[in-house]
């Protein structure tokens, strides 16, 4: 009965809570509730009392059918009675004359095969039974006399209850109307059970039954969930005063002593479980495992104490007895044993079963097919296969009794060869089986079409062989499709589809053959197919027990055969058994004892396979309470045999991670470091506040840290250069606030480049794979940092041509990049991927046609075909900077390609430099012109002030020293100039302005020349002709052909200096709309004029002028 909210209708002594309107009404209802059905019992039981003097007259009868055949056909329903016939059954009984039946109807009552919920349904006939015949009474019980009065050890407990519960009903409703007989007959028969089951309480069920449901009427006692009610709801419940007082107190006194009996069997079941439980757990933990038969009396005693507790709690609540307070039998797990544990347990409790929630998901959370899959699909199967593995079960409890393994004892080939011999396999022929599933189907299709056409008609035998095979093809489908199988939906789907449409005794065994036969390269398929094994175990218990069996015989007879080959089928087959342990398919104890068989062998191939068993169900046996110490004992026992065995340094290294990933060795807590406040606000605005929204924010704040401070502003330079800290994608926010911040701290923006470009050199000096994600962090700082002009366009390709050379041995080789390493193409890509974009123009679309040469070179050294993460990188990147670029397939033709391009790129890029260098000396006011306009322009609408910078001068010793020489050197060559006399004599004659710049005439092989004559104070012009042959004529044919050549090269110069100067405003121009802010950005680089990057002198064989 459910729990009823308290009523406040007592106004007087109101309960401390005041009820809800809602709450008052349920509580009124139950009250009602509870007094109709007492009105009802006592109304029937006062009709069944006054039936003894008003039977139906003869007549009555007479109107009646009493026909033989429907009187016996109503004898046999009335022996298989149940609740959902009553109405029909009742129908039945009004319309039959059963006046010569009686005694067959009472001795089919009280003997038929009803169970608890049926009971009111036989009391319900047997009121209308009684209000018409008389003798119906008498013999009802006189029956129940006679079974209720004998009752031995040999009664079914179920059939005392039934009749039990029936004697009480009829004496509270009073259709036996002799109650002195009938309650002295319940008294007799409750003592009777009282005194001879007070040790072994067979009959508990059945006097829990009567007290629930007679106990109010019969004993006189308020059950205590209807006490608390009344209390504390202060309702009044109903009851029926049947007997008076002093023979209730008889039958509770009686089942206070039966009771009294059942409280002290349970306190005593209780004590001698947990002594068991806590000598289970010292010995699991002594030896490592517990012998099957002590466990599975700890389980039977277990049920029977969990049944003996439900029933004593039903008892003593509705007799209002209190049971005591037994401690929780989970004590046993927090017993000291657990304390004085060894070998690592301690750490085991802090420790949980699974690595994530979702790997438990995947071995734990499996799909529950007997809610899905309709029983006539599988009962037949399910109940043939429990027979069988129970069956098998005791053959091998009886084999274990035999021949119980002993842990200490050693493992020898006869113990294998037995083992062997033991497994068995059924290989039967299954034409017959598939046959039958044909001649099956044909007869139901005959069926089918003899309903429709009302006519027996036989299936032609071509619909047989169409069945047949289309039977096979969905076969052999769903086998190709379990080598797709990658996640649990998949599994999931394939366990429902084999239930629903292939479950067949043929299409089981082609199952198991193929998940037995996955191929040996497919390791990553038997986690899958072992969840599906799993899926269907509960439905199809032969799949797993078959394909166990054959995983356990081919393991045995690997170990038998001893040969050395076939080492990647020994490896599938034992992560198989892996796979189907972690799934509970394979017991525990097997693991370990292929384990414990393969360290007994441990050499060649067995050390391999028990590696791979320990990385794939070690961590599992570890870490279970039940194989803990067993499973470390193992580990030990294999780090001992490493120790002692020889063993090649691949064998020792799969040992020792096949021991630590099982057992990984403690760890030191991580210490949280105590930084200052200042230091912790610095890494705040970097790492959780900078993005891109709040850069001049963030920039306003570093400005005002204070930079004076040593400690301060190496920190914060610490902080910029671990970019790796920050989100990969905020990293340009980086640079930008770096950018804004050299502008005031220059000496910060110098010391950051310094480092990120010193890092990447000690990144490819160190070469440790844990640091890639480091490199690639600071690859991509540098190429932003010349997005901000926070670098020139040298540095970035000095760092490729260092990323692509570093360690480059004459010979060709590189101890420290190795062909298979791809770390340093993913620097290059990330340094073009981020500055590439500006190298499209000019001598820098040059040089970086040139690097994706020697960059292609680079590929094309490393092992074929690349990984394809790498090469689909390198194809995007490319794409993006370069889209007609031709790729090379081979070594020579990129050669061919440098050695075209490299002479035509050294005559370009040294005229470059040149022409720079010139116009830097040249026109630096035209330059610092330049220079103003720009940052007028860039100033825009901001409303910020840029500083501008001068450079200082720094005063040292070396420079008062050279001042000193220089004027020592002046005084004296001065002093030698006043004393001594100079004479300037003059030789040269000044040459006319209209004959200075004339080139000199050749005519046929003589060259005209004219020689200024001085005659007194006159000059004059005197013709000679010199042969060409002359050393004199060729020298100056010679000077004049480079004057020439010399003047259209400075032409070809200033010209291009112009149109780059023009392109270069106009897209200053362009740009100008878009830049905001002293603050530049990636897509607001403007390409003023500059000098052009000098390449390295390694890569090429000349020095360009700064």
């Not at 379990?482 to 082609?510: G, P």
């Not at 370009?908 to 007028?936: I, L, N």
Request: hydrophobic share 35%; with cysteine; charged share 30%.
């Amino acid at each position: 009965m459910s729990a009823i909210p308290s009523d406040t209708r007592d106004t007087e002594d109101p309960p401390e809570k005041k009820l809800s309107k809602e709450e008052e009404l349920k509580a009124i209802e139950f009250e009602r509730e509870s007094e109709r059905k007492c009105n009802e019992k006592l109304q029937d039981r006062q009709r069944n009392l006054d039936a003894k003097t008003h039977h139906p007259p003869e007549s009555f009868f007479r109107k009646l059918d009493s026909s033989v055949k429907k009187n016996s056909v109503f004898i046999k329903k009335l022996s298989t009675l149940t609740e959902a016939s009553k109405d029909k059954l009742a129908h039945d009984l009004n319309s039959l004359n059963l006046t010569k039946y009686i005694e067959e109807v009472v001795t089919a009552i009280c003997t038929a095969k009803i169970k608890m919920q049926d009971v009111n349904c036989a009391v319900h006939l047997c009121q209308i039974l009684h209000r018409r015949y008389p003798d119906f009474s008498s013999l009802l019980l006189k029956t129940l006399h006679s079974s209720l009065s004998n009752i031995n050890k040999d009664d079914k407990v179920s059939r005392v209850r039934i009749e039990l519960r029936l004697l009480g009903q009829m004496l509270v409703l009073g259709i036996i109307t002799d109650q002195k007989e009938g309650f002295s007959l319940l008294h007799n028969t409750l003592h009777n059970i009282v005194t001879n089951d007070k040790e072994k309480l067979e009959f508990l069920p059945a006097i829990v039954s009567f007290v629930k449901h007679c106990g109010d009427d019969i004993i006189g006692v308020t059950s205590k969930p209807n006490k608390q009610l009344i209390d504390q709801y202060k309702i009044r419940i109903s009851h029926m005063n049947i007997l008076p007082r002093d023979k209730q107190q008889i039958f509770y006194d009686l089942m206070k002593e039966y009771i009294t009996a059942v409280i002290y069997s349970l306190v005593q079941l209780h004590s001698r479980l947990l002594k068991m439980l806590k000598a289970n757990k010292k010995t699991l933990y002594m030896k490592g495992e517990i012998s099957a038969e002590r466990v599975e009396e700890a389980d039977k005693l277990t049920v029977q104490y969990n049944k003996l507790m439900v029933n004593t709690t039903t008892l003593g609540e509705m007799l209002d007895v209190s049971l005591p307070d037994l401690p929780p039998l989970s004590i046993v797990d927090e017993d000291d044993c657990t304390a004085n544990q060894n070998d690592g347990n301690a750490n085991l409790s802090n420790t949980e079963l699974w690595e994530d929630e979702d790997q438990r998901t995947f071995y734990r959370d499996i799909l529950d097919l007997t809610g899905i899959i309709p029983q006539i699909l599988y009962k037949k199967d399910k109940d043939k296969a429990t027979k069988e593995q129970e069956e098998k079960k005791r053959r091998q409890q009886k084999e274990k009794k035999d021949d119980k393994k002993d842990d200490e004892g050693e493992i020898t080939e006869e113990t294998i060869e037995e083992e062997f011999k033991k497994l068995h396999i059924d290989d039967e022929d299954d034409d017959e089986e598939e046959e039958e599933v044909v001649q099956v189907t044909t007869q139901q299709a005959t069926k089918d079409n003899s309903k429709d056409n009302n006519a027996a008609t036989t299936t032609p035998p071509t619909s047989n062989s169409t069945i047949t095979i289309s039977n096979k093809a969905a076969m052999e489908m769903y086998l190709n499709k379990l080598s797709n199988i990658s996640n649990r939906d998949l599994v999931n789907d394939a366990a429902q589809e084999f239930c629903l449409r292939l479950n067949t005794k043929t299409n089981r065994k082609k199952l198991i053959r193929t998940l037995y036969g996955v191929p040996r390269n497919r390791l990553d398929l038997l986690p899958f197919h072992a969840r599906l094994v799993t899926t269907l175990a509960p439905i199809l218990p032969d799949v797993p027990q078959d394909l166990f069996t054959l995983l356990k015989k081919e393991f045995l007879y690997h170990l038998r055969k001893k040969d050395q080959s076939n080492l990647e089928t020994k490896v599938k087959n034992i992560r198989f058994i892996g796979e189907l342990t972690k799934f509970e398919i394979c017991e525990k104890s097997e693991a370990l004892w292929f384990l414990r068989v393969l360290l007994e062998q441990f050499t060649h191939h067995n050390v391999e396979i028990a590696c791979n068993l320990v990385e794939c169900c070690g961590r599992y046996l570890f870490r279970s309470p039940e194989t803990h110490v067993k499973t470390n004992h193992l580990l030990d026992q294999m780090m001992r045999k490493k120790t002692v065995h020889n063993l090649d340094s691949r064998q020792v290294t799969m040992v020792e991670n096949a021991y630590y990933y099982c057992n990984p060795p403690d760890r030191v807590a991580y210490v949280k470091k105590d930084r200052p406040p200042l230091h912790q606000y610095i890494r705040k605005l970097l790492i959780k506040d900078l993005n891109k929204n709040n850069i001049e924010k963030v920039l306003r704040q570093f400005r005002k840290l204070p930079w004076k401070d040593d400690d301060v502003a190496m920190y914060a330079v610490k902080c910029l250069c671990r970019v790796w800290m920050v989100k990969y994608n905020n990293i340009y926010c980086v640079a930008s606030l770096l950018s804004g911040l050299a502008q005031f701290q220059e000496r910060i923006g110098i010391l950051v480049v310094d480092n990120v470009v010193e890092a990447i050199r000690i990144g490819m000096e160190i070469n440790q794979p844990q640091y890639n994600q480091r490199r690639i962090s600071e690859a991509k700082l540098l190429g932003e940092l010349y997005n901000y002009r926070m670098v020139e366009s040298n540095l970035i390709f000095n760092t490729l041509y260092l990323i692509l050379s570093f360690g480059l041995l004459p010979d060709g080789s590189n101890p420290i990049d190795p062909p298979t390493e791809t770390i340093r193409i993913r620097l290059i890509l990330t340094i073009l991927e981020t500055s590439g974009q500006y190298f499209e123009k000019g001598s820098l679309k040059k040089k970086c046609d040139l690097f994706l040469l020697f960059f292609q070179k680079y590929l094309l050294g490393k092992i074929q075909p690349l990984p394809i993460d790498v090469e689909y990188s390198v194809q995007d990147t490319l794409e993006s900077i370069r889209p007609n670029i031709q790729m090379y397939s081979n070594i020579s033709g990129v050669e061919e390609a440098i050695a075209e391009i490299s002479p035509s790129l050294k005559g370009a890029f040294a005229s470059v430099d040149q022409e720079e260098s010139d116009t830097e000396e040249g026109s630096s006011t035209e330059t610092e012109a330049v220079e103003q306009d720009e940052s007028e322009e860039n100033r825009g609408d901001d409303d910020d002030v840029k500083v501008n910078r001068k450079l200082e001068v720094v005063k040292c010793e070396e420079d008062d020293e050279f001042i000193k020489e220089l004027e020592k050197t002046m005084t004296a060559d001065i002093s030698s100039r006043l004393t001594g006399t100079a004479k300037v004599t003059s030789t040269d004659l000044a040459i006319p302005m209209n004959q200075a710049f004339k080139e000199h005439k050749i005519e046929g092989n003589v060259m005209k020349f004219k020689v200024l004559l001085k005659k007194g104070s006159k000059q004059h012009f005197k013709q000679m002709d010199v042969p060409i042959e002359s050393e004199f004529a060729s020298n100056l044919f010679d000077k004049q052909k480079a004057v020439r050549k010399e003047r259209e090269e400075l032409k070809r110069l200033v010209l291009g200096h112009e149109q780059r100067q023009e392109a270069e405003e106009l897209l200053a121009e362009q740009q100008e709309s878009r830049n905001v802010g002293f603050l530049m950005r990636p897509n607001d680089r403007k390409q003023k004029p500059r000098k052009a990057p000098q390449l390295t002198t390694e890569m090429f064989n000349f020095n360009s002028s700064k």
